[in-house]
């Protein structure tokens, strides 16, 4: 059994940023990719940024510049560096993790930016 525990969402004003962690635990012997979705009302999941057990990475094009995920191997946890924060940002964000026994998403986490 997998579990992944977020933490870092809130309420913040447009310009301000945040930064979104994301624990995995459990039954986990290697985590092949990360990555952070995700769902505002009324619009499907989206990926957002992926990080590979290379540290290679990729990011929507709505973030590109302004957002930033790193990982931390030896803790098993995901980050999400997010600056310059809009209000389309606001969504629910989950991570999820790939690993050999198949995907795993965290509960999700609310990030509301206010205009």
């Known amino acids: 059994q997998v579990q992944l525990v977020e933490s870092g969402g809130g309420l913040v004003q447009a310009g301000g940023s945040l930064r979104l962690s994301c624990a995995a635990s459990g039954s986990i012997f290697s985590i092949h990719s990360m990555g952070w979705y995700r769902q505002a009302p009324g619009k499907q999941r989206e990926l957002v940024a992926g990080?590979?057990?290379?540290?290679?990475?990729n990011y929507a094009v709505p973030v590109k510049g302004r957002f930033t995920i790193s990982r931390n191997n030896a803790k098993n946890t995901v980050y999400l560096q997010m600056n310059s924060l809009k209000p389309e940002d606001t969504a629910v964000y989950y991570c999820?993790?790939?690993?050999?026994?198949?995907?795993?998403w965290g509960q999700g986490t609310q990030v509301t930016v206010s205009s």
């Open positions: 999820k993790i790939d690993v050999i026994t198949g995907q795993y």
């Open positions: 990080i590979t057990s290379g540290d290679s990475t």
